[in-house]
């Protein structure tokens, strides 16, 4: 693998739906082996690299959190040649300090989704991959040199509670949170961290503070119209920080001895003669390496 180039991948969450600076811009659609991904991809050359695009909820805010096909949205960008995601996400905060208009790079999640596929690896090929360090901490690393480099106030480290949505809190579940410790609640990182991490993938989760969810006495309750006024700044923040942090992203010696990357090293529980043919075949972007 250490012949191989870093290509940076972006999922695109509320507000971000491009990336400036973008040229040879094309739109191309990846079939995956999981039904549809959000969207097309949109392709082009970032700092003199391929960098590939993907808006989360489809151009136009189309689809909901729940109805996100997160499985077809990582194999395409695998299939794609992505190696490195940068995941762009708004979020709550749960935290005084966490203020609208801040940034966290996220390091660990609760996951309390319940209505969505969560793996690759179904009946007939099973496999446990470790999360208990979710996030690829060395892009976390060049997205936190390059908030500084550019001004952006980002905070290193928190916990990203993960709810199914796409209703917001109720006060009482607000609160529960905020006693697990949670630092921000959003709707859509899970389980895209996870199948990045099945995918051997690195993934980082930048989040996007644009309220304070609904705890805060002191504060409206959270509405669409509130968050997109945030929005709208963070998101130029947002597409300044990818185009600052790609340079040292494509530029990283260590990419290709990430950990990440070998993460489904031992982690295929099913014997030989015993796996589906069928879904080995499906696997083939996310898995290949190891079947071939």
Sequence with gaps: MSDLKSVLGVIGGSGVYEIDGLQNKRWKKVSSSFGEPSDELLFGDLNGQEMVFLPRHGRGHRIPPSEINYRANIDALKRAGVSEIISVSAVGSLKEELKPGMFVIVDQFIDRTFA?????????????????SPVCN????????????????????????AMEGPQFSSIAESELYRSWGCDVVGMTNMPEAKLAREAEMCYVSVAMVTDYDCWHTEHDNVSVDAMIKVLSANADNARSLVKASSEAIFSDQLSSNCSCKSSLE??????LDARDKELVKKLDAVAGRLFN
């Design 116 to 132: 969505r596929e969560k793996s690759f690896f179904t009946s007939g090929l099973v496999a446990h991959v470790s999360m208990a």
């Design 138 to 161: 060395r892009l976390g690393n060049h997205i936190q040199s390059a908030a500084k480099s550019i001004g952006i106030e980002i905070v290193r480290g928190g916990v990203y509670i």
């Design 266 to 271: 031992n982690a295929i529980i099913t014997s």
